[in-house]
Antibody, heavy 118, light 107 residues
Framework: QVVQSGAEVKKPGASVNVSCRAS????????MHWVRQAPGEGLEWMGW????????KYAQTFQGRVTLTRDKSKRTAYMEIMTLRPDDTAVYYC?????????????WGQGTLVTVSS | SYELTQSPSVSVSPGQTARITCSGH??????AYWYQQKSGQAPLMVIY???KRPSGIPARFSGSSSGTTVTLTITGVQAEDEADYYC??????????FGLGTKVTVL
């Protein structure tokens, strides 16, 4: 399973760091993808990190404002968003995807609500 | 940027068949995935690699692919299938995208 950190309330211009802790599987056999969902809206793909190598790929929308990292020793992936805006208010999900198989997101985190408000 | 186009909504009576389409120019060469999301819950994968069904997903869910369009079919819809459904795929550079979602309403 993957367990995410708790809800956050931030002011515009601040940064937020959401964590995603994995258990019960070999952490380095999977990518960790990040997906967000604004209130009443659809799913938006943000990016992925290769848990083995640390390589990353971002959606163009988030390039330069989002940083994905991981700590192999803690079996944890992190997603940081800088310079938060009110329209970053959303539920943020992490989801694992196999490095070697195209099997989709078979395990999702429970989601982390990030609220950006002055 | 790459886009996937889904029909916005489908309404179907219990026991009938619901079909949800998703179109994208890279779909002939890139796998599609389908996720079901019920209100207040995290998404759940119902189809991967265009046509494969994960263990635990009922057999009434099936996927197909033809050219630039993939289709999720729910045969014999049940009330519990009422949800939003999203297709997902990637471009050749490893950038993923979701469709805007299709709301399935069971009448």
């Amino acid at each position: 399973q993957v367990v995410q950190s708790g809800a956050e309330v931030k002011k515009p211009g601040a940064s937020v760091n959401v964590s995603c802790r994995a258990s019960g599987y070999v952490f380095t056999d999977y990518y960790m993808h990040w997906v967000r969902q604004a209130p009443g809206e659809g799913l938006e793909w943000m990016g992925w990190i290769n848990s083995k190598t640390g390589d990353t790929k971002y959606a163009q929308t988030f390039q330069g404002r989002v940083t994905l990292t991981r700590d192999k020793s803690k079996r944890t992936a992190y997603m940081e968003i800088m310079t938060l805006r009110p329209d970053d208010t959303a539920v943020y999900y992490c989801a694992r995807k196999s490095l070697s198989e195209s099997n989709g997101y078979d395990i999702w985190g429970q989601g982390t609500l990030v609220t950006v408000s002055s | 940027s790459y886009e996937l186009t889904q029909s916005p909504s489908v309404s179907v009576s219990p026991g009938q068949t619901a079909r949800i389409t998703c179109s994208g120019h890279a779909l002939p060469t890139q796998y599609a995935y389908w996720y079901q999301q019920k209100s207040g819950q995290a998404p759940l994968m119902v189809i991967y690699k265009d046509t494969k069904r994960p263990s635990g997903i009922p057999a009434r869910f099936s996927g197909s692919s033809s050219g630039t369009t993939v289709t999720l079919t729910i045969t014999g819809v049940q009330a519990e299938d009422e949800a939003d459904y999203y297709c997902q795929s990637a471009d050749t550079s490893g950038v993923y995208v979701f469709g805007l979602g299709t709301k399935v309403t069971v009448l």
